[in-house]
């Protein structure tokens, strides 16, 4: 929710559009809507955090260790960073072909 910008909708939608919001959060505790994974350590997890709700429960706390790494990039600087290797890769093309 802290994440959830302002709504932005007519006055006549401002309604509806908070009946669907308490939907979804009910939804959001249905197990047929949930999927969960247990990692082990070294496990990687990448998803796009625009696309897929995600949250975390509970761990086993027997060891008394946690460690978790996060890392987020913006999906503009992905496609900035391919298409940059896309153009290098066609200059060596270039320059081998000449």
Do not use: K
Not at 3 to 8: A, D, F, S, T, Y
Not at 18 to 39: G, V
Not at 43 to 58: C, E, G, K, P, S
């Amino acid at each position: 929710d802290f994440l959830r910008g302002p709504l932005q909708a007519p006055f006549e939608e401002v309604e509806p559009a908070y009946e669907a919001l308490m939907t979804l959060q009910r939804m959001l505790h249905e197990p047929a809507f949930t999927i969960r994974f247990t990692y082990r350590p070294g496990d990687l997890v990448i998803f796009d955090n625009r696309r897929l709700l995600h949250a975390r429960d509970a761990f086993e706390g027997a060891s008394g260790h946690r460690w978790l790494q996060g890392c987020y990039m913006e999906r503009d600087e992905i496609r900035s960073r391919y298409r940059m290797v896309l153009r290098a890769r066609r200059q060596r093309q270039v320059t081998a072909e000449a």
